[in-house]
């Protein structure tokens, strides 16, 4: 069930997001391809769940340097 409006009708996609990194220290970053799974409520357009994959997860890790 939708968080926000309360509908049932709610559909799993999968999708395409590319993060660019803020602020002129990160321009020379490469940007990081991730394909999320997310949730849609089809009747208001929320987005509820957005989790990253472990690799990806990794990738995001390895460019900010956190252990």
């Not at 020379?28 to 391809?33: F, K």
């Not at 999320?36 to 987005?47: I, N, W, Y």
């Amino acid at each position: 069930m939708c968080n926000a409006c309360g509908s049932k009708q709610r559909s799993q996609f999968r999708s395409e997001i590319c993060l660019h990194f803020n602020g002129l220290p990160d321009l020379n970053r490469p940007p990081i391809l991730m394909f999320p799974e997310l949730t849609v409520c089809l009747k208001c357009g929320m987005v509820e769940q957005f989790a990253i994959e472990e690799g990806e997860l990794n990738r995001l890790r390895d460019v900010w340097h956190v252990a």
